[in-house]
């Protein structure tokens, strides 16, 4: 049960909080770049074979260069990624948290919690009504006690599944709550759906479940306070990405 819960976890987390943030971000020393441009004041000319035009919609930076001079003297030059198309990683458009960041990355990883969320849902408003209409049918259509017996059973809670979800939902929430506040009601909608869905389908969909252990209520006890470190981590970095910052030239007094 342990294992399963675990890997439901990684997966969710990886895919919800760590791929966006990954295929998005743009670390020059994976995302090297070459610029070129005409003069200052000109545009790109496409008929030119030497230009080089923005690659996954890049553009190019004051500390770029193009034939030892600064992009910023060639107009409105911009920048190609030399990483190849087939290995996006780190080789995206933001270098840091910005307000483009949270209306691109941040609303597609709010748009996975979403679905998390109503996925939580899904046993009371899918698998409920199908149970009775399953029910109805055998009431009426069942030839043996067996088969009739068989319908009303229910299906089986998958508690390790559920654990693995929830925890996942948590650490993403936990993440990214520091710069996207919203993300504390997703966790506290996402905990309370799942408490009053699996609260009433305890009682009338599911079949009885066996007597679990402690085993991953203690796994989800240990799991937690590394959504907490992940927290601060993150927050840290959020943060320090709002504050204003000036260049530093020559010795500092």
Known sequence: ERSIAVKVMFAQLINTAFVPLLVYARVRIFANTQCRGGPSGT??????????????????????????????????????????????????????????????VGAQITITVLINLAVTCLPITFDYPFQLFMEMVARNFSDTQASLDKAYE??????????????????????????????????????FCAYATDKFCLHRLYKTPPRYDHKLAVFAVNVLPVGVVLHLLMAAWQYSALLPSAPVYGAVE
């Open 43 to 104: 545009s790109w000319d496409p008929s030119d074979p030497t230009a080089t035009f923005g690659h996954n919609g890049m553009p190019c930076l004051p500390s770029d260069t193009a034939d030892g001079r600064l992009v910023c003297e060639f107009g409105n030059a911009t920048c190609r990624a030399v990483v190849p198309e087939s290995f996006p990683i780190l080789a995206g458009v933001y270098e840091d948290f910005t307000s483009q960041w949270y209306g691109d």
């Open 154 to 191: 229910g299906p089986v809670f998958e508690l390790a599944s559920r654990y693995g979800a929830l925890l996942s939902a948590l650490l993403v929430c936990l993440i990214y709550s520091s710069g996207a506040p919203a993300f504390y009601l997703l966790a506290s909608a996402t905990c």
